[in-house]
Each structure stands twice: as structure tokens, then as C-alpha cells.
């Protein structure tokens, strides 16, 4: 593997996880106090898992396979329970989840999603919206405060950077940082892993570019759209949702995506293209995704284990070895639980920056409305 990050001894992955602090407490979006809804005491785990079983499945929504191991995180829960899980749209965006359940409602049938995954800004605005359901896992206390609803609503699960997944049988000179993207000897070689006016990766990828300027803020976003302006006006930029197929084959050989997603992307090809992992120094962007219930969620017992296999122990190694940060990190990692050889392979996150929801909100708002006038090109899906 020619992933290009440095690897970090336990110490300084430890601190770069206390960055995370930065998260302040306008994550809490204060509302009415509902009934509290808490895990199951361990008496009655019993209770939740032949609930759960009778119901007999599961239904998710924007989890491919090869995202921070969750095909790993499938079987696992799989066997453990022998509740099948029903996978919609693996490739949807943040937005795209939660539209599904708005349009499932009153569907109880199998295009209607029990459990979403999606960017750390689509929690609240889940929650506002009445789409998502309180229900507090039996590790709720390890979680930390600045990553969650304290109502219960939703929770922090991973974290990665951004990065350049680069096919290097295609790119003889890898980009290193967002400047380089400019450059004219990668001409229509760049994509983004999204739509930025859906996908939660995509937008955050716009900020990054933005913020490598040195600019922050609302002010980065546009000058991320002004970036993206001009990396489209030059010809390097290839308008498609991005994808490990697309980096593979050479179609977009440069992709800006989430660091577990180009070092899984690595492994999976197993050298055939080779693939590096630049993680840029301008413009580090560190990202959290947040786990929640539909509010209407046909298998809601399911839905509610899913949730505690996700954060036990044993879910959030799952999501260690896919390359993600898990949220329990800090927690785990003082208790001994992530085994060494675990640890080595995730990529620093020294010096990223962790925006807040507030931040984020304001930030996705400017690319929103900015994308079709500023850059004036359509992402399209993979056919």
C-alpha cells in the first residue's frame, strides 16, 4: 500500500482525538424534553433481541460496502442475530436519506429506512424536522458530549479527513495539496465523491478547498466554489459522483473522499492499480457522521439493536479496521481494547479541523445556493 500518511504512536492519536473538543455545545438544539428512551438494562437485552428477531429485519440506507468496513459490519450483525439487513441506495447522499424517509411515512414497506447514517450537520436538522426517534445506547456515557443530541437523538459514530485518492498508473505526479489540483497535467482527472448540493463528503470537500486559500468560514465556502470555478473552467474537473470503480479504472483517477475510503479503496485492489492517500496539509478538514432512528421506522426494535451492535466493542472495531475513527475512540483506546496493529493503520488527524454544526450549517448553505451559479455544472450519478 502507498498510502502517503504518516503513522502516529498512540500518544499523539490520542491528542489529535481531544480536538475533537472543538465540536462545542451548539451541537445541542434544545427543544422540549421528550421521554427519555434508553437502552435496555442488561436483564433485558433478551427482551430487545427476540423483539428484534420478530421482527426480522433490518432496513438501511447509504452504506456501501467498502465505506469505513460496514460490509463487515453487515455480516457481523448478521450473524450475531440472524435479522437480515434490507440495503437501499448505497450510494445516496446525507440529504437523499433523510428525503427517503419523508417519502416513506406512511410506507411501512421496504423502501422505508428504520436507521440513517449522514453528516454531522443532518442530525439537527433531522431532529427539527420530526424524522428521527430518541433512543440512548448502552455506551451513551463514552460518547462524547460535544458529539451527540443529549436528548438521544442522534450520535457521533466515525470520523475521518478528507484526502486525494490518486491512481498513480494514471497521475505520475500525485497532487499533494488542493493547489495542485489546478495544475493543466491533470486535466479532466478530478472528481468529487458526490453532488455537493446533496452529499454531505462532497460539500465538506468544496469548504476544504476553500479553507486551503487560507480563508475560514462562510468565506471559504465561497472561495471553495471559486476554486471549483476555476479547477471546472480549466477542464480538470471530471462532473461525476466519484467512486473506488471510477479511481480504478482510471476514469477519475483523482478523487477528493474520506481517508478511510482511499486507503480501503488501496487495499481492495491490492496494488492493481496502485492508489497513494495524500492527506493535504492546507486545508485538513476532519469529518463526523452521526447515527439516528427514523422516526417511522417499520422494524423499530431492529433499528434499536442495530444501534447497540454499532457501539459496542465489537461495531466499533468493525469501523476501526475499516479505517475510521471510532467514535469510542478515547475511551477504548484508555481501556486497551483497540488492538495495536489496529491503531497503526488509521492515518493522523494532527492539526485537522473539526468545524462545529453551526459552521457546518452556514458553510453547506453557501455551497448550496453558490454550486449552480458560481461553479454552473451538474454532478451527475454513476450510470
Known amino acids: 500500500m502507498s ?42 437485552m433478551d427482551a430487545l433481541i427476540a423483539a428484534a428477531q420478530a421482527e426480522g429485519t433490518v432496513t438501511t440506507i447509504a452504506l456501501p460496502h467498502d465505506w469505513c468496513g460496514y460490509g463487515a459490519v453487515i455480516d457481523g450483525f448478521k450473524a450475531k442475530y440472524g435479522i437480515e439487513v434490507n440495503e437501499l441506495d448505497p450510494g445516496a447522499g446525507s440529504a437523499e436519506e433523510l428525503e427517503a424517509i419523508k ?79 489546478l495544475k493543466p497535467e491533470y486535466a479532466g482527472q478530478i472528481a468529487l465523491s458526490g453532488d455537493p448540493l446533496t452529499s454531505n463528503a462532497a460539500a465538506l470537500s468544496v469548504w476544504a478547498a476553500g479553507l486551503a486559500t487560507g480563508a475560514t468560514g462562510e468565506e471559504a465556502a465561497q472561495a471553495g466554489l471559486e476554486f471549483f470555478k476555476s479547477l471546472n473552467e480549466a477542464g480538470n474537473f471530471v462532473p461525476i459522483d466519484g467512486d473506488s470503480r471510477t479511481v480504478g479504472i482510471g476514469e477519475t483517477p483523482i478523487l477528493i473522499d474520506w481517508s478511510y475510503n482511499s486507503i480501503a479503496n488501496d487495499v481492495s485492489l491490492a496494488g492493481n492499480p496502485d492508489l497513494a492517500t495524500n492527506v493535504p496539509e492546507a486545508g485538513l478538514l476532519a469529518g463526523v457522521y452521526v447515527q439516528a432512528i427514523s422516526a417511522y421506522a417499520p422494524h ?52 485537522a479541523y473539526f468545524p462545529t454544526i453551526d459552521e457546518l450549517n452556514a458553510a453547506k448553505a453557501v455551497i448550496v445556493e453558490g454550486w449552480p451559479t458560481v461553479v454552473g455544472v451538474e454532478v451527475l450519478p454513476l450510470p
Open 103 to 181: 417519502a416513506n411515512k406512511d410506507n411501512p414497506g421496504p423502501q422505508a429506512p428504520d436507521v440513517v447514517d449522514v453528516g454531522l450537520a443532518f442530525g439537527p436538522t433531522a431532529k427539527d424536522e420530526g424524522l428521527i426517534q430518541p433512543y440512548k445506547v448502552a455506551t451513551w456515557d463514552e460518547i462524547p458530549d460535544d458529539a451527540k443530541d443529549p436528548d438521544g437523538y442522534w450520535y457521533g459514530d466515525y470520523y475521518g479527513v478528507l484526502s486525494l485518492s490518486v491512481n498513480t498508473a494514471e497521475v505520475a505526479n500525485p497532487p499533494a495539496e488542493y493547489a495542485d489540483l
Open 300 to 351: 423499530p426494535n431492529a433499528a434499536k439493536l442495530w444501534m447497540e451492535y454499532l457501539y459496542s466493542d465489537e461495531g466499533q472495531l468493525l469501523w476501526a479496521s475499516g479505517f475510521c475513527y471510532p467514535i469510542r475512540f478515547n475511551a477504548m483506546s484508555a481501556a486497551g481494547t483497540i488492538p495495536a496493529d489496529v491503531l497503526a493503520q488509521l492515518p493522523s488527524t494532527e492539526g
Open 3 to 44: 498510502a502517503s500518511y504518516s503513522k502516529r504512536g498512540l500518544a499523539k492519536l490520542l491528542a489529535a482525538f481531544l480536538m475533537f473538543g472543538v465540536l462545542t455545545a451548539a451541537c445541542a438544539q434544545p427543544t422540549a424534553a421528550p421521554e427519555e428512551v434508553v437502552a435496555p438494562p442488561a436483564g433485558e
